[in-house]
C-alpha cells in the first residue's frame, strides 16, 4: 500500500470513519474527510504516472460556460475550478498553462509549476505578467492565489502578492490545490465558508510542500470521475483537469487562437522594433514566445529585443532557444548563426559552443565542430556531451580521411590491375 493510502486509513480512523473513499482511475484516489479541522472534498493524484496529465481548459476570451457543460465535453477524471476571471468581461486574469504555451496571463499570486522533465516548482507571479516568465519547459501551470505553503512552510502576503479585493480575505467557500514532497498532486474543497489562514492550516495538514489557494466563493466546484461533487453557481471561464492520457483534451482551438495573436504580437514587435521604441518592442516579442513558443523568429526577435535593452542574460536565453528549435528542423545554418551570436555576447558558453560543434558536424565541418567541443572541454574537463560530441567528432574525421584514400586508390588500383605482368 503506498503512503497515500495509508494516509488515507489514518485520516479515515481518526475521524470515526468519515471518510468516503472512491477511485476513479489508477493513481487517482477521492475521499470526504476532515483535516486541519476543516471537513472537506480531498483528491490525491500521483504525478509520476505516464497515463494521466494535469492540463488547464480555458474557453474562448470573454466567454463563460456552466461547470457541468466544462466536464462532460472534456471528460476529465477530476476537474475542479481554476484560476480567477473578470467577472464583467470574462477574460481569465491568472497565468495557465500547457505544453509550454501561454493561455491565458496574469499578474498577482503565484503559479505551481509541473515542468516536462517532472520536477515542480511554485513561482511567484507578483507584478510580473505571464509573457516575461519562460513557459518553453512547462508541461502545465496554473497561477492564481493568494500562496498558502511554499517550500513545506505558511506563507501568508496576499496584498504583497497583489491581491486587492476584500471579498477574498473573508470566509468563503474555496479550492485550492498543492503538491507534495514524494509527488502527489492534493486537490482540495471546502463548500463552508473558510478563512484563507483556515485553508492554509488544512493544506499544511495535508502534507503539502507547495499549495495555492484557487478562484473559490460561488467558482467553487469539483468533479470526480464523471460525477459533480460541487457545482458552482455561476459559470467559468476555466477549469483545471486531471485527464487519462488517452483523453488529453485536444488544444486545436486555443492554439490556432494564440498562433494568431502571436503572429499579431510579433508583427507589432517588428514594427516597435524598427522604430525604436524598445519597451513596447519587448512586450510585443514576450506575448509572441509565450503564445507560440515553437517559433524559432518569435524567440530570435524577442532575443534582439533583450540584447538592445541591455539585458544581455535573457537575450542569450531568447537565443538558444530560437537556436534549438532551427536545430531540431534541420535548419543548422541558422541555428549556428545563433549560437556564434551567443557566444559574442557569452564566450564561454558551454550550451553554444556545443550547438555550434553539432552544427558544424552536420555541416560536414569537422575541424570547426572539433575547436567548439574542446574549447567546452577546456572549460569542464569530462564533461559527457563534449566527451560523447568529440567521438562523433573523431570517427566523422576518420570516415573522411579513409573516402579520401579510398577516392585516390581506386584509380591506383585500377592501373595496376590492367598493367601486363612481365
Not at 457543460?69 to 475542479?80: I, Q, Y
Not at 496576499?158 to 498532486?185: C, W
Not at 555541416?363 to 560523447?388: F, I, S, T, Y
Request: charged share 20%.
Amino acid at each position: 500500500m503506498g503512503r497515500f493510502g495509508i494516509f488515507i486509513l489514518l485520516l479515515f480512523s481518526l475521524f470515526g470513519g468519515q471518510a468516503a473513499l472512491a477511485k476513479p482511475h489508477e493513481g487517482v484516489t477521492y475521499v470526504k474527510t476532515v483535516a486541519g479541522g476543516l471537513p472537506l472534498h480531498l483528491v490525491d493524484v500521483d504525478l509520476s504516472r505516464s497515463d494521466l496529465v494535469i492540463r488547464p481548459v480555458v474557453v474562448p476570451a470573454g466567454h463563460r460556460e456552466s461547470f457541468d457543460a466544462l466536464t462532460s465535453r472534456h471528460r476529465p477524471v477530476v476537474a475542479v475550478n481554476g484560476t480567477f476571471f473578470d467577472t464583467k468581461t470574462g477574460i481569465t486574469v491568472g497565468n495557465l498553462v500547457a505544453q509550454g504555451r501561454l493561455l491565458s496571463e496574469g499578474m498577482t499570486g503565484s503559479n505551481l509549476v509541473l515542468e516536462k522533465d517532472g520536477s515542480v516548482k511554485l513561482l511567484s507571479s507578483s507584478r510580473n505578467l505571464g509573457r516575461y516568465q519562460d513557459w518553453s519547459q512547462v508541461e502545465c501551470a496554473v497561477g492564481a492565489g493568494p500562496t498558502l505553503i511554499a517550500s513545506g512552510n505558511f506563507f501568508m502576503d496576499p496584498r504583497g502578492e497583489g491581491f486587492r479585493d476584500p471579498s477574498l480575505f473573508t470566509p468563503r467557500p474555496r479550492s485550492a490545490i498543492g503538491v507534495t514532497e514524494d509527488g502527489h498532486l492534493r486537490v482540495v474543497v471546502v463548500t463552508k465558508p473558510v478563512t484563507l489562514w483556515q485553508l492554509a492550516k488544512a493544506m499544511k495538514a495535508l502534507h503539502c510542500y507547495h499549495a495555492i489557494n484557487l478562484d473559490g466563493g460561488s467558482s467553487t466546484g469539483l468533479s470526480v470521475g464523471g460525477s459533480t461533487m460541487v457545482r458552482p453557481s455561476r459559470k467559468l471561464t476555466n477549469i483545471v483537469g486531471v485527464f487519462a492520457s488517452h483523453m488529453e483534451p485536444q488544444l486545436d482551438r486555443a492554439v490556432g487562437v494564440a498562433q494568431r495573436r502571436a503572429m499579431a504580437h510579433y508583427q507589432k514587435g517588428l514594427r516597435y522594433l524598427s522604430s525604436g521604441h524598445l519597451r513596447l518592442a519587448r512586450s510585443q516579442m514576450r506575448q509572441a514566445v509565450s503564445k507560440a513558443p515553437e517559433q524559432a523568429a518569435f524567440w530570435r526577435a524577442a532575443g534582439e529585443a533583450e540584447l538592445k535593452l541591455g539585458y544581455p542574460e535573457q537575450a542569450v536565453r531568447d537565443l538558444h532557444q530560437a537556436s534549438q528549435i532551427y536545430f531540431r528542423r534541420g535548419d543548422y545554418a541558422s541555428a549556428l548563426e545563433l549560437a556564434n551570436k551567443v557566444l559574442e555576447i557569452q564566450p564561454h558558453d558551454k550550451a553554444a559552443h556545443l550547438m555550434a560543434g553539432e552544427c558544424e558536424l552536420e555541416l560536414n565541418r569537422e575541424d570547426r565542430a572539433d575547436g567548439h567541443v574542446r574549447a567546452v572541454l577546456q572549460m569542464a574537463p569530462g564533461h559527457p556531451k563534449a566527451v560523447a560530441l568529440l567521438k562523433n567528432v573523431k570517427a566523422r574525421q576518420k570516415e573522411r580521411a579513409q573516402a579520401l584514400v579510398d577516392l585516390f586508390a581506386g584509380p591506383y588500383n585500377f592501373l595496376t590491375s590492367t598493367l601486363p605482368i612481365e
